[in-house]
């Protein structure tokens, strides 16, 4: 057990550190537009399609459960 928390860990580290690079190479695409260079454009790009491509009424359906499981979580806290 003390292994697969050590890999959760490990892993869960990779995903902030991969979902940080995303957002400084977007913030990269913000300032410096379409002089950005091929990578954070094609970057820019792919997150804008990914965006594009998920339905508001999944996103509405998202928002519903985060905030419903927010709501137990502090329930469960007092």
């Given at each position: ?31 410096l ?14 997150v ?27 329930r469960?806290?007092?």
């Amino acid at each position: 057990m003390d292994v697969l928390d050590k890999a959760k860990t490990y892993l869960w580290a990779f995903v902030e550190l991969a979902f940080a690079g995303i957002l400084a190479i977007m913030l990269i695409f913000l300032i410096l537009g379409q002089n950005s260079g091929m990578f954070v454009l094609s970057v820019a790009d792919n997150v804008t399609k990914f965006a594009n491509a998920v339905p508001t009424p999944s996103l509405i359906g998202l928002a519903v459960i985060l905030a419903l499981v927010y709501v137990i979580m502090q329930r469960l806290r007092a």
